[in-house]
């Protein structure tokens, strides 16, 4: 109804209307030009409510109290950053607040661009869901940290196929201080170091990659047969070297 032109309030009106059980519902609504429209049916599980703020809306049942949304508005509107952090906020924020009284267990965060290019995969910026955990929030902001790390080095494979090595590498180290658990993206800092001919600050990379998980040795020597790395033959040996290097440490 949206995408026909109707905004977010008569929209919610409409759907209301034509519902015998809208007292059971909770729903909210954003249209594009910010409209906020939001509905609270009157036997939805206690604590229940929401909240309308400009350009969002908070709401929660089966909350623990009804200190839960008016905490969330106030931590996404008052949290710098981009949507997804201001998300993250919101929802820590109404955990702390006390949350849904039955506990913890899932969490999902979903952002697209403000414009589509027809490519939903391209357009989706994060789509993420934690299904069941003990501690939901904590690890969708583990997601969204990786997801900003691998979204990183992304940009520098494409940078790299362009050879332009400087944002490459800059994609890269972004990309490890981001996840730096990630020995995936520490070995690609690596690579495109040596693609770019910066061998003598690659080498100390690989030499910790290969001690810490050595199978990254066999996956460099099919790299080369792939075209991931130079087929040159002194310089990867000098690579592969790295690992007796890190053995002997």
Request: glycine share 8%.
């Amino acid at each position: 109804m949206m995408r026909y032109g109707k905004d977010a309030p008569a929209v919610l009106k409409a759907m209301l209307a034509a519902d015998t059980a809208s007292e059971t519902r909770q729903v909210a609504m954003i249209d594009a030009k910010g409209n906020v429209a939001a509905h609270t049916g009157s036997k939805i599980t206690p604590a229940a409510g929401h909240l309308q703020g400009k350009n969002f809306s908070v709401q929660g049942n089966t909350m623990s109290s009804e200190k839960v949304w008016p905490a969330m508005a106030r931590a996404f509107e008052q949290t710098t950053g981009d949507l997804a952090d201001r998300f993250l906020a919101a929802l820590e924020a109404g955990q702390e607040a006390g949350g849904d009284i039955r506990g913890q267990q899932t969490a999902a965060l979903i952002v697209v661009t403000g414009m589509s290019t027809g490519q939903r995969w391209k357009d989706r910026v994060f789509d993420l869901r934690v299904e069941d955990s003990p501690e939901p929030i904590t690890e969708l902001k583990r997601l969204v940290r990786l997801q900003r790390a691998y979204s990183s080095a992304f940009k520098g494979d494409d940078f790299a196929s362009e050879k332009k090595w400087d944002q490459a590498i800059n994609s890269y180290r972004k990309a490890v201080e981001l996840a730096p658990e990630k020995e995936e993206l520490r070995y690609g800092l690596a690579t495109v170091l040596l693609q770019a001919g910066r061998d003598e600050e690659s080498l100390p990379i690989f030499r910790q990659v290969f001690r810490e998980h050595p199978i990254w040795v066999e996956i460099t020597k099919r790299n080369v047969i792939s075209g991931d790395l130079p087929n040159d033959p002194p310089r990867i040996q000098r690579v592969l070297d790295q690992a007796a290097v890190g053995n002997r440490k």
